[in-house]
Structure formats: C-alpha cells, structure tokens
C-alpha cells in the first residue's frame, strides 16, 4: 500500500474553524484497524518583529470510548461559563467601551490620550 493510500485510508471528514488568529482544525481519522477517532488541532499564528510567522498547533486524539464523557464534560463547562458569565465576550465589551470613552472624551474636546497635538511651527 502506498503513503497516498495509507493518508486517503486514515483522513475520512474535516471541518475548519477560523477564529481570529486561531484556526481549529476536526478531523475524523481511521485506525490501522479500520475504527474511527477525532482529532481536534488548535493553530494559532504569532508574528514576529520583522514580519515573518510561525504556528504553533496543539492536537487532541479523542477515541470513541471516550466520546459520552468528553462531550458531558465539554458541556457542563460551556453551560457553567456562560450561566456565569453570559454569552457576549467580555473583551470585545470592553473595546466597544473603550471606544464609547474615547469618542465621548473627543466630543467633550478631551484628549483620549492616544495622540498628542503638536504644531510644526514651535520646533
């Protein structure tokens, strides 16, 4: 058997998720004795000072006979957070007021601290 049908053999379904910087990456695959199981790959991108990048990616093997736990698991957190903390992510509430702040400092005529006036003709 070659390499091609050994990689056809084990890839059965994929799924992508892009989220932001972070990609999520499922994957079904087959064992050697033909069973299923997920893999789940988190990639995420960092961007070096000079332009160039790298990913660093972090895989999680997930068997059938762990399927019922995890999922139990993966749900009970998800319901737990949200319960206690709602569904809206905190950090993009906090840019949006941040913003709210800036363009009220700007209408007030206030500085929002982000640039400073400077007029040429003093230098």
């Not at 890839?11 to 299923?36: C, H, M, P, Q």
């Not at 698991?73 to 992510?89: L, P, R, T």
């Amino acid at each position: 058997m070659s390499d091609k049908d050994i990689m056809d053999q084990e890839e059965i379904y994929s799924k992508v998720l892009r989220a932001g910087r972070r990609t999520y990456f499922f994957d079904v695959r087959s064992t050697k004795a033909g069973d299923y199981y997920l893999t789940i790959t988190e990639s995420k991108k960092f961007t070096h000072d000079d332009g160039s990048f790298h990913y660093k990616k972090h895989k999680i093997y997930l068997y059938k006979e762990d399927f019922s736990a995890f999922r139990e698991n993966m749900e009970e957190m998800m319901d737990y957070i949200i319960n206690e903390k709602g569904a809206e992510v905190i950090s993009e509430r906090h840019q949006k007021n941040f913003k709210k702040e800036e363009n009220k400092a700007e209408e007030n005529g206030e500085s929002s601290g982000s640039f400073t006036d400077v007029d040429f003709d003093d230098i």
